[in-house]
């Protein structure tokens, strides 16, 4: 994999909980994802939201303050609380974090803009973790980023990154707020952000968040327009960011780039290719596969035929036939030992790069039928 550039931004409410205390869980599963993606190689710049979320309770105050005073209290404390943890739970890691605050003036004005980007460069030349957060203490109302969805989105910007990283907690993008519409639909790839999307996007989905996925949109159509690729979404375990970086996020992937790719990749496998072997899959992954767009996961494979490697073409069949075909990320022999398990117990033999065996951008899915047919 090519070495990248990458802004990752982390969310309130995916480092705190209601409460407002950092969450243990939550912290360490992000350290080690860090950890795993500056191992392959990757520079990592950290955009780290949470310093009102995890200050606010030892202030005294029972929810999120609302007022401009209360918040910056709140961050003061907080603040070190959170740059604390990192230090502690990076070093066993040999990595040192440096704290950087900016306000909106560091990007309006030109030798601040120059000053922060020499200070970030020396610092990842130096194999420092940059962790930068709003100055919520000196910013006045009218020059706050208003969340750090833009304040992530201008350092990608600034520091020329190959892609942001908005890590939530939501997976993407839907075509309504899925936590009042439980049928709303996920959108996996975009080109751009449009009015119609903008409008799909509501207010924060915790009590700690700001902004909510709309703040995230306008966040990565500025990111865009920087020349920065956007990817919205969650992850689990030590190597969400390199699956991210894969292709294989559990979010919505913004960028012309994306689009472009996918669409080669599927035409590839649907035009070109001669098919190398077989896959047979139970009921779950069928349905995954044809009604919910998913990728296909090793838990849903029973069966292996043919002698293919990495980066050949299978076809995949369940009940219904012939369902698709795609490209596979293992070879037939790691397919033996790798079907039939789940990713728990694959993540605790730490045997897989990747979880999926097909991704859903390398499928293309051939069953015509509707579900009279099973
Ligand atoms: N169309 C949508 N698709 C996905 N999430 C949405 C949508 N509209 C609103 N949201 C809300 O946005 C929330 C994420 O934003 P936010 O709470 O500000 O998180 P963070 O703390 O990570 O910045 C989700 O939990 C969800 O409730
Ligand atoms: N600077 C503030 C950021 C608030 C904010 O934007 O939060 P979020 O919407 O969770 O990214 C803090 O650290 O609390």
Do not use: C
């Amino acid at each position: 994999m090519d070495k990248k550039r990458i802004v990752v931004k982390i969310g309130s409410s995916s480092l705190t909980n209601a409460k407002g205390e950092i969450d243990k869980a939550k912290f360490n599963d992000h350290i080690e994802a860090i950890v795993a993606a500056r191992e392959a190689g990757h520079e990592l710049i950290l955009v780290s939201s949470g310093a009102v979320a995890a200050g606010f309770t030892k202030l005294g105050y029972p929810v999120r303050p609302v007022t401009l005073k209360g918040k910056q209290a709140a961050a003061a404390v907080g603040q070190s609380l959170l740059i604390q943890s990192y230090m502690k739970e990076l070093e066993p890691y040999g990595i040192f974090p440096a704290q950087i605050l900016l306000t909106r003036n560091d990007f309006s004005k030109k030798d601040r803009y120059r000053n922060a980007y020499s200070t970030i460069s020396e610092l990842l030349s130096r194999g420092v973790l940059p962790i930068i957060n709003e100055n919520d203490t000196v910013s006045v109302e009218e020059l706050t980023f208003g969340d750090n969805d833009m304040l992530s989105a201008l350092v990608s910007g600034l520091m020329h990154a190959d892609q942001l990283i908005i890590l939530t907690d939501i997976n993407g993008l839907y075509d309504s707020n899925p936590r009042v519409n439980p049928s709303a639909k996920r959108l996996d790839i975009l080109d751009d952000i449009t009015e119609e999307m903008l409008s799909f996007a509501s207010g924060a989905g915790s009590s700690v968040g700001t902004g909510g996925m709309k703040s995230k949109l306008i966040a990565a159509k500025t990111a865009l327009s920087l020349g920065v690729k956007v990817f919205i979404g969650r992850g689990q375990g030590r190597i969400k960011i390199l699956q991210i970086l894969q292709g294989d996020g559990d979010g919505t992937y913004i960028g012309k780039q994306f689009l472009t790719s996918v669409k080669n990749q599927k035409q590839w496998i649907s035009l070109h290719s001669s098919v190398s072997g077989k896959l047979f899959v139970d009921e779950g992954a069928e349905t995954a596969l044809l009604t919910k767009g998913s990728s296909l996961l090793p838990a849903g494979i029973f069966g292996v035929d043919g002698v293919f490697e990495k980066g050949d073409v299978v076809e995949v069949f369940g009940r219904r036939g012939l369902l698709g075909r795609g490209e596979v990320l293992y070879s037939a022999d790691e397919i033996r030992k790798l079907m039939g398990k789940r990713r728990e117990e694959l993540e605790r033999e730490r045997v897989f790069f990747t979880n999926e065996v097909i991704h859903r951008n390398q499928w293309v899915q051939l069953y015509e039928g509707g579900d009279k047919d099973v």
